[in-house]
């Protein structure tokens, strides 16, 4: 093999006249296959294998991950997987793929002729091999949207990491563009309050309304990640949106791995506090989500509802995520069409073949 064509020895097969294309990549966090400990197992030791998603010492952590974690938290973690597995497979799949097809629906019917596809950071339907597919039909312009609106160097850094990584294997690289956050969006909050106040509709208000984020070690936030703060600033102005007092809602993060501290306040420890301080009702729904996913469905729907109710709680409601509702979509399909501009998105690549086809016809006479 030449010394020369190594590091491309990933590229897509290429064709010489192939009308350029822009795309538009929606990437998420990721699944297994199943809930297999197998499939769990593989998913997890890439996950948790990321140098983004835990920074500590790397020789330290390998030997821990592979000698501990890799041979206890697959089947545990299988069967929380299995106790929201659905017969379309794996909610966070089901619905980053919906979603993937209402953002095109939306650009399309606004002509813009582009490209959307989704991609997961881990696991199947990798980045690399979505990028792969869309460099092999033309897309020579990609826009890279997170599914996570506050940003955090656990989830998009790495997100570019996966794409800096696939393009240092390509010869003629797309132009890409990166959204790192819309924690703040105008449309991606009223997509929010919309899902709470519709469900509020349905089932009354609660006395508190607790939104749960995602957690992250707390030494993040004092090397600078800016998620915590844009966390809190999604919380303040859905709070707005709702009209609440400070009183009425409470900013908390989940899913704490390890002994390390991490953001504070937790949120089962502080749903049982208020579950022992006699708070009869609260509403859970998780910003940091736009797909419900294990995170949602089984720490929040069922660990944290059982907590609560044990700690004296009477009634526990989750909220949904935003998943494929319109006025998300419609907020998805904004976000985008404004990281969009100043690339040709609103004529079709054939448009010239298409233009030459219909004069020749006229030309001859034929009714098109």
Not at 20 to 40: E, F, I, K, M, Q
Not at 54 to 71: A, K
Request: hydrophobic letters at 40%; charged letters at 20%; a neutral charge.
């Amino acid at each position: 093999m030449s010394l020369f064509s190594a590091p491309y020895a990933a590229e897509p097969p290429f064709s010489h006249g192939q009308a350029p294309r822009t795309a538009v990549l929606y990437c998420n966090l990721g699944t297994p296959d199943s809930p297999s400990a197998t499939d769990v197992r593989r998913f997890l030791a890439e996950f948790l294998g990321d140098p983004r998603v835990v920074e500590i010492p790397r020789l330290i952590w390998m030997v821990l991950l592979h000698g501990v974690v890799l041979r206890v938290r697959p089947a545990e973690s299988g069967a929380k997987y299995a106790s929201i597995w659905t017969s379309e497979g794996s909610p966070l799949k089901v619905w980053t793929d919906k979603q993937a097809k209402g953002l095109q629906a939306w650009l399309s019917q606004r002509q813009h002729h582009v490209l959307v596809r989704y991609a997961m950071r881990y696991g199947s339907t990798s980045i690399p091999s979505q990028l792969d597919a869309l460099k092999a039909e033309g897309a020579t312009r990609v826009l890279i949207v997170p599914a996570y609106p506050q940003y955090s160097a656990t989830t998009t850094a790495s997100l570019w990491d996966a794409v800096y990584q696939w393009a240092g294997q390509v010869r003629n690289v797309p132009e890409l563009r990166f959204i790192n956050h819309y924690h703040d969006d105008a449309r991606y909050i009223a997509a929010l309050g919309g899902v709470v106040q519709r469900y509020w509709q349905d089932h009354g208000r609660p006395d508190v309304l607790v939104m749960s984020f995602h957690g992250v070690p707390e030494r993040t936030l004092h090397l600078g990640d800016p998620y915590h703060c844009e966390c809190f600033k999604t919380a303040r102005l859905l709070a707005d949106q709702l009209g609440l007092s400070a009183d009425q809602f409470k900013v908390t993060f989940q899913s704490r791995l390890g002994r390390a501290k991490w953001l504070e306040p937790y949120t089962e420890p502080t749903l049982i506090e208020m579950g022992k301080a006699g708070v009869k009702r609260v509403d859970v729904v998780c910003p940091a989500f736009t797909s419900d996913c294990l995170e949602t469905l089984e720490e929040i729907n069922q660990e944290a509802r059982e907590a609560f109710l044990h700690a004296g709680g009477q009634v526990f409601h989750y909220i949904p995520c935003l998943n494929d509702d319109p006025q998300w979509i419609d907020a998805l399909g904004e976000i985008s069409q404004r990281h969009l501009s100043g690339w040709p998105t609103l004529a079709a690549p054939d448009a010239p073949a298409l233009a030459a086809s219909r004069a020749a016809a006229l030309a001859l006479g034929a009714k098109v």
